[in-house]
């Protein structure tokens, strides 16, 4: 049996649908049980609990094999995975695969790569079989762009020109599928990366392509990034976060270009171009003109 944490999310719901497409049996451990059935997934089992519960921990974990985990980012994740990583030992569990972020390290400026580290180190250290995922900035996040693309033609950016290897987050369920099926790759860290390391300016070429006009590419300043993420809701310390990461990603730290998901499912990993197409109604509209 395969537990799955995080099965709601971006890369959990799509990891839930690979797993359950390949006829394999598992276990989503989720706070919200109807969220959850929603996926109305064949072979799934759920179970309600959150990762600081160590009760419902002990009795998802029953009877389970491996373990997917990925929590939400919050300032408290490094003992919500610390619970998990320790019930999945009790349990005997033979593979955690730990969901991490692209540039952990004990240094970094940004808190979540620290948080992330500190589990990663954690981990390995635990007695229990594991793998380790950094991939990096997902192409799923442009979404949060899909408003002001329709309504201004616009995409907006701190990382100026700056080129990043973004990654389509149905590549990294797909990596995860083949890893908690497979075999060998215990032991492993990968850093996942998309095909090919891109600025926002090709992402607004493509962009234009699919949804039939125009679609510019304005650089922001730092400071206005911030604002407008504490302006729609990100709380601070994650906004404070995110920019810093920014920062990094503008000085074009973000551009290594890895073989992992080839390496990892045999199959190549999606470009933009196939992002885009993919998502063309999520960021097509009738453009406003003032």
């Known amino acids: 049996m395969i537990l799955l944490t995080g099965s709601t999310g971006t890369i959990g719901s799509e990891l839930a649908r690979l797993l359950a497409a390949r006829g394999v ?3 989503a451990y989720v706070r919200n049980v109807k969220k959850a059935a929603t996926l109305k997934l ?15 921990l002990k009795k998802g974990m029953r009877g389970v094999t491996r373990v997917f985990l990925l929590s939400s980012a ?14 999945a030992r009790i349990e005997g569990v033979t593979l955690i695969l730990k969901q991490s972020a692209f540039g952990v390290s004990q240094d970094s400026p940004v808190s979540l790569a620290r948080w992330h580290w500190e589990t990663e180190q954690e981990l390995v250290t635990s007695g229990v079989p594991y793998c380790i995922f950094r991939p990096m900035m997902f192409m799923q996040n442009l ?12 995409i907006r950016s701190p990382m100026g020109d700056a080129k990043a290897s973004f990654i389509d987050a149905r590549d990294i369920a797909r990596c995860a599928a083949s890893v908690l099926t497979g075999t060998g790759h215990q032991g492993r860290t990968f850093d996942l990366t998309g095909p090919s390391a891109i600025s926002y300016f090709d992402i607004a070429q493509e962009l234009s392509k699919v949804v039939g006009h125009e679609i510019k590419y304005e650089s922001v300043s730092l400071e206005d990034a911030k604002k ?5 809701g990100v709380p601070e310390w994650m906004a404070n976060d995110l920019t810093k990461l920014y920062e990094v990603f503008a000085a074009g730290r973000a551009s290594v270009v890895t073989s992992s998901i080839r390496d990892i499912t045999g199959g190549a990993a ?8 993919d998502y063309a109604e ?3 509209g009738e453009l406003v003109h003032h």
Do not use: W
């Open 143 to 154: 979404l949060t762009s899909a408003d002001s693309i329709k309504r201004d033609g616009v």
């Open 42 to 56: 064949v072979n799934m089992d759920i179970v309600k609990g959150d990762l600081s519960d160590k009760a419902a």
């Open 74 to 87: 919050d300032p408290n994740q490094v003992e919500y995975q610390h619970n998990v990583i320790e019930a």
């Open 25 to 27: 049996k598992f276990r």
């Open 282 to 284: 999520a960021f097509a």
């Open 270 to 277: 999606r470009g933009i171009d196939e992002f885009c197409e």
């Open 228 to 232: 407008g993420m504490l302006t729609s």
